[in-house]
């Protein structure tokens, strides 16, 4: 029997954070709708917030960082390294981990087997991936507890988790792989303020830990008082850069609706 | 008033049960339901039917489900995923035409030969997993509903079933193959033992391994595991391929143990493939269920069958009372879901909503200071 475990973190990223994440020229239509236009940005560690109104390009942006659309036009480079973003693997074999406002969770399997799906633990057993379950479990617990989260028995399936706690553990997913750059569709968007305080406490953890952690999100009282740099966008385009502590919510909704440009 | 104190025992007080922790014992006891239904009737048959107790019966139930259960364990691991496959009981008589067209042909020509038979078995599963590949081809990468897809195919396959052979039963199959069909080791037969065998396998991947998890968890949700990176489509076909695979194999093995295919041969086949998932406990929404489930749900069908027989009861009364069974499956498996739901959420409150809280609390202090977990 051949024994082998599969690498449990993506190649060559050791979770160290990158310099900087920088997008150029980079453009999407949807047919006749132009969804990001000319896109000239750079991402640095720290969490960056990007808000604007529906339409205004920011899941567009999103879907392109996270491979799961490819921009018309335009590139992207991490450090010094150009992506070529074709599929969402493409990403987080780079670097980059999603956590969708969906979730992308599986629901009738457990915590362990959707923190670790895509990415399991298997030895080879008569040309069949067998799955190390014991060993996912426990670095399961490990990483849940890394993020000061107690979940007594990570063989619940996540159906039964409350929406904080499915979001803790999509968040968790980012911290087992060490993934250096965290991209978040509004994380919390569908939590009571208890469960938003708990996750945005999950999100502080990692941003302390060196990782760059980019929020799309409507939520501007909060990303506000969050974020290290927001970036308001508009009709595809990005209308506004700002440092949060020099602005106000009236200045960026007035960016955000186009009556200050 | 009775009644209300039992379910003040089995779920605690007041209210209706899904709105309370229910007792675990109940809940161990829902999981086994098929397995209880199973002992029920073997309970029941062996005290009303005469000759039921013997080994010759117990020897028949396993001949009766083996054909079947391997229709049946293809169809878990399609409906596992999410999806369901119409065309197995078509590919179980194209599957046994095409083999024992071949195996026919060479016993004619004089060669009697173990090796026809097992040519005749390659050619069965060739075939079925031809046409598994084609359901799996035409399901991923034409996006097509698998129920449009493999009704199509139902057809397809029916039909070639036909021309290969004119409509009419294909006989005359050399003696190995008879053997195969109808041989025994310690009154087990040949093809029960090729049938559990493949559920012993198949229970092992589904459950042991990453293409199983994946099985599930595209039932569960599809695009969570198409955003982990996963081929989906190579995944779909390889489930498709698979259940062809097995419905020729059962086509072969039907065709042997009658000394006969005909495209008639799977007529039936389809329900009651469906029906072994479902009794088994499978959800046909997917995502969730267990091979020995399905070996389990074959079992009843074919005690009901057996049982009916010895006890001279009409056998349109088995269509009914299996039609029964998989209506009561079901909401027994959706009841017990939602019984493990809610002691589910009721233990994981107990710790993780609590840390959740604490989490939140903490998180709203400047220093960010963590008590440790």
């Known amino acids: ?261 | 008033m009775q009644q209300a104190n039992m379910l003040q025992r089995l779920f605690g007080a007041g209210g209706g049960p899904l709105e309370r922790t229910p007792n675990k014992a109940v809940l161990f006891g829902l999981r086994f339901t098929n397995l209880a239904v199973l002992l029920i009737l073997l309970v029941f048959f062996a005290l009303s039917a005469p000759g039921f107790l013997s080994l010759v019966s117990f020897s028949n139930i396993l001949d009766s489900t083996s054909v079947f259960l391997l229709l049946a364990l293809g169809e878990t691991f399609v409906i596992f995923a999410g999806g369901i496959d119409l065309s197995v009981g078509s590919m179980l008589s194209l599957g046994g035409v095409a083999s024992a067209s071949y195996m026919s042909e060479r016993f004619a020509a004089g060669d009697d030969g173990v090796l026809t038979t097992v040519v005749g078995i390659l050619i069965a599963c060739a075939v079925g997993l031809l046409g598994g590949v084609l359901n799996g081809v035409v399901i991923a990468y034409m996006k097509l509903d698998p129920l449009i897809v493999t009704l199509g195919t139902l057809g397809i396959f029916l039909g070639i079933a036909d021309l290969i052979s004119n409509g009419l039963p294909v006989g005359d199959l050399p003696p190995a193959a008879f053997t195969l069909g109808n041989g025994q080791f310690l009154h087990v037969p040949y093809v029960a033992i090729i049938a559990l065998g493949f559920a012993a396998v198949l229970s092992f991947v589904a459950r042991k391994t990453r293409f199983g998890r994946y099985c599930y968890a595209i039932g569960a949700s599809q695009e969570s595991v198409r955003r982990a990176g996963v081929n989906l489509n190579r995944h779909t076909i390889m489930l498709y391929g698979i259940s062809g695979a097995l419905a020729g194999l059962a086509g072969m093995l039907n065709a042997a143990h009658f000394s006969s295919a005909s495209s008639s041969a799977g007529a039936n086949a389809l329900l009651v493939a469906i029906a072994a998932v479902v009794i088994g406990g499978t959800p046909i929404s997917g995502g969730e269920g267990k091979i020995w489930g399905t070996v389990i749900g074959a079992l009843i069908y074919t005690l009901l069958d057996n049982g009916f027989v010895l006890m001279g009861i009409a056998s349109f009364w088995q269509l009914v009372v299996v039609g029964a069974l998989i209506i009561l499956a079901v909401y027994l498996d959706e009841y017990q879901r939602r019984l493990r739901l809610t002691v589910g959420i009721s233990r994981d409150t107990e710790g993780v909503a609590p840390a959740l809280a604490a989490d939140g609390a903490a998180g709203q202090d400047s220093t960010g200071a963590k008590a440790s977990a």
Request: hydrophobic share 40%; glycine share 10%; net charge positive.
């Open chain 1, 1 to 261: 029997m051949q024994s082998k475990t599969a690498p449990s973190q993506p190649a060559g990223n050791s979770g160290a954070a990158p310099t900087e994440l920088r997008l150029e020229g980079v453009s999407k239509s949807y047919g006749g709708v132009r969804a990001l236009q000319e896109i000239n940005t750079t991402f640095r560690s720290g969490l960056t917030g990007i808000i604007g109104d529906n339409g205004a390009g920011k899941s567009t942006m999103m879907k392109i960082l996270s491979g799961v659309t490819r921009p018309d036009t335009g590139t992207i480079t991490l450090g010094e390294k150009a992506l070529h973003l074709t599929s969402p693997v493409d990403a987080r074999l780079s670097g980059i981990e999603s956590l969708y406002q969906d979730l992308a969770l599986a629901d009738t399997l457990d915590i362990t087997s959707n923190i670790f799906l895509g990415r399991e633990m298997t030895r080879s057993f008569a040309g069949l991936r067998v799955l190390q379950d014991r060993a996912m479990a426990k670095a399961a617990r490990e990483t849940l507890s890394q993020v000061n989260i107690r979940i007594p028995d990570v063989a619940v399936p996540v159906r039964a988790l409350s929406g904080g706690q499915r979001q803790a553990v999509a968040l968790a997913r980012a911290v087992r792989f060490n993934a250096p750059v965290v991209l978040l569709d509004e994380p919390t968007a569908a939590l009571g303020p208890r469960e938003t305080a708990a996750v945005n406490d999950i999100i502080g953890r990692l941003v302390d830990s060196g990782r760059m952690v980019i929020i799309v999100t409507h939520d501007i009282p909060a990303i506000v008082g969050m974020a290290d740099h927001l970036i308001v966008m508009r009709a595809g385009r990005i209308v506004r850069e700002v440092d949060p502590r020099q602005t106000n919510q009236e200045e960026l909704l007035a960016y955000m609706v186009g009556s200050r440009t």
